[in-house]
């Protein structure tokens, strides 16, 4: 399978813990993006990367939330002192490069922060 | 801002019949992309369709088809011969720079 992949698909987590996702996107794609989407909403952007650099970051991406790229593959969004608040899916897309191209989603990882 | 509005929370059609999905944005851009996407019951989201904005012609995708009214910013898409497949929540996005989504319309298939 050559698609977007997230690791974990889920994790359960107590408040005030770290937690750390990884995404995978298609080998080819210079793009990558966060979203979180809560229960009965749609996903909200949250950052994007080209290759390695980090271009945008949204509001909702308070200074708990870190994420990277460092080699412009593979990327990880960690999540510091977690709050209840923080319960979403996770999801990760990428696409080539430029803002015409489609994104393609992995599965997400969902997360419950007990 | 942009945003995307899907005004309809919940629709339902018969199996093999036709349903209109509604989709309206906001934005001060000419250039940009719109999609539907599909979210199926704990599966991943999947692209419908897609449509540039500078086309003039409604992308078509076998069953799917689109209704971009871009005067008026609306972007509904089309479901023919609906399938029990096609059950899922659709959400209509919006993307310029980054994309933005709609809250979403739950589609059931009724056998």
């Known amino acids: 399978d050559t698609g977007v992949s997230q690791d974990p698909r889920h994790k359960i987590t107590k408040r005030g813990q770290n937690v750390t996702f990884r995404c995978d996107p298609i080998s080819e794609h210079n793009r990558l993006y966060w979203y979180r989407q809560t229960l009965g909403q749609g996903p909200e952007f949250l950052t994007y990367?080209?290759?390695?650099?980090?271009?945008?970051k949204s509001r909702l991406l308070s200074d708990r939330f870190s994420a990277e790229r460092p080699k412009g593959s593979f990327s990880t969004l960690e999540i510091q002192r977690t709050e209840q608040g923080d319960s979403a899916m996770y999801l990760c897309?990428?696409?080539?490069?430029?803002?015409?191209?489609?994104?393609?989603f992995g599965p997400g990882t969902r997360l419950l922060v007990l | 801002a942009q945003t995307v509005t899907q005004s309809q929370p919940e629709m339902s059609v018969q199996e093999a019949e036709t349903v209109t999905l509604s989709c309206t944005y906001d934005t001060s851009e000419s250039d940009y992309y719109l999609f539907w996407y599909k979210q199926p019951p704990s599966r991943q989201m999947i692209l419908v369709i897609r449509q540039e904005a500078y086309k003039q012609q409604n992308a078509t995708e076998n069953r799917f088809s689109v209704n971009f009214q871009k005067a008026a910013k609306s972007f509904s898409l089309k479901i023919s011969d609906s399938q029990l497949g096609d059950a899922a929540m659709y959400f209509c996005?919006?993307?310029?720079?980054?994309?933005?989504f709609g809250a979403g319309t739950r589609l059931t298939v009724k056998p």
């Open positions: 990367f080209q290759n390695e650099a980090q271009l945008e």
């Open positions: 897309a990428s696409s080539l490069e430029s803002r015409s191209e489609t994104q393609y």
């Open positions: 996005a919006y993307q310029y720079n980054d994309m933005r």
